[in-house]
């Protein structure tokens, strides 16, 4: 049977939905699945226990109060040294960028970043991974007796599974080599979500005609409690902030529902929304490339659906 | 300062994708390769820091004779050196990661773009950085050296962090970090006739194996519905009742 690390990130007095989603994943494939914090405590890992997590490990050290991506990244090779593990998976977020090819060096192991799906029916497991910013799409399987993964957020759904749970402290031997980053401030977005991890993305391009007329957009996410997104036209336009930039040089997104408002559709854009589970396009042009990927397509101005669009769901949603 | 740019070619954004008859990579004929987009905010970077502290910039990347092109693009830019490390393997990011840490080995500070935009892997400056034991900040959108010391302002999904650490260390560039310059054709002709050192690369053994690539199935309802109030108020039923997203 495989065992798998599972780097869990805490979110509140919990864990992040993409840390609770690689927990289904990771059980998902039959194998072990050891967690590990290096910011939380047992409430924290209860949470975990919800969703199936049976052994969590809670690592301490200063270094990793002060959010050290170099003292992290030790911690979880060393956990996976001594738990002897085949697979080391954690979401592909920011930090699970940041740190998950250190590890995968630590470990002289293989390193498949962005996993949409793990295939557990061999030995070895064999994950997919978009490539060419979802244009295209390849099975990888490592060579090496560890191997390292990231999950690409909101693919794996988070299954809950009640678990009894046994937790341990671990204590990594971190050098102050590992001090030589840290965060040191943080400014955070208030109340506003990130594209990359939101349920529901509307988006605005050129047809949005003006940055004024943005708040059209801004108020249909906030009826879906959702997050903004922009084509790169209007964020090069300096409309709006590179965060929101969906795309092929922007965020790649895989929500459960994409409503794309005056947006065409060029492929840099398609590549970067098109694994979002429903898709709905509202472009004047219905020969736009966008309809070809959506759901559901609305043809007329995005100036004016928009605002009947929000009130009709506002009603629909509070009834 | 010693100043290293990483950098990569990858198919233009606008390239369509099919899959060559190994059934395992990108059929490549007919693809126009570009610069990787986020490696001109990395160019960029390594020449405003040489203006600053003074120094060179070397631009290195891994790949084919075809690769030259994208370190012509660097040199018309204004870097002083460009080294090709001669591949002509499909290889992995192991290989490429040992390959550029080898060449690289004592800079002052080491800059690549958040990611190349084939692969998508986020992975090379992390990789390069724990070869080399050295601190890394990856997608910086803002970056001050004083001295050694060095802070890094990035977005990340709650906010905007401020990162501290100290050179020699890897920085990889989101945009925004700066506005990368157009070389001026006077300078993309002089660019022609500079030299590019050429490297053997070190041999080392992939660590992941591709077993196939495919086109991602659209299996999309495609439902067009018009723009009249009852049309908005279908949309609204069939995202409730059919798609269940709402």
Redesign the interface.
Known sequence: MNRILVYLETHGSGLKRSSLEAITAATATGASVIGLMTDGNETAALSGSEYGLSTCLIAKHPLLSEKSSMAIATTIAQAAKQENVDYVVMAANSTGKEIAPRIAVKLQAGYIPDVISLDASSDKIIAKRPVYAGKAVVSLQATTAQCVMTLRPNVFTAKKQAASLNVSEFIPLIGSNDGRVKITGLVKNEGKLDVSEADVVVSGGRGIKAPENYHLVEELANVLGGAVGSSRAVVDAGWRPHTEQVGQTGKTVSPNLYIACGISGAVQHLAGMSSSKVIVAINKDKEAPIFKIADYGMVGDALEILPKLTDVLRSTLHK | MNIFVCISQV?D?????T?APDG?T?AGTGVKFILN??DEFAIEEGLQLRTKHGGTVTAVTVGGDSSKEILRTALAMGVDKAILIKDNEKSD??FV?QNLAETVKGSDILIFGRQS????????S??V???L?L?????A?KLTINGTNV?VE?????????????LP?VISA???LNDPRYPKLPDIMKAKSKPIEERAPIAC????????????K?N????????S?A???E??R???EE?K??
């Open positions: 198919p954004t606008t390239t369509k994708i899959v395992k990108m987009p986020y990011s192991f990661a935009i084939d692969f998508d892997s986020y992975s090379m992390s990789m950085a724990e070869i034991d601190p890394s900040v990856s997608m959108s802070v990035r977005d990340v999904e709650s906010g905007k962090e401020t990162v501290a650490t100290s260390c989101q945009k925004g053994s992939s660590r992941v194996e591709t077993l196939s690539m495919e086109l991602p659209t999309r309802t495609g439902k067009i519905l018009g723009d109030d049309d908005i108020r949309l609204v069939l995202l409730h798609a997203v709402i």
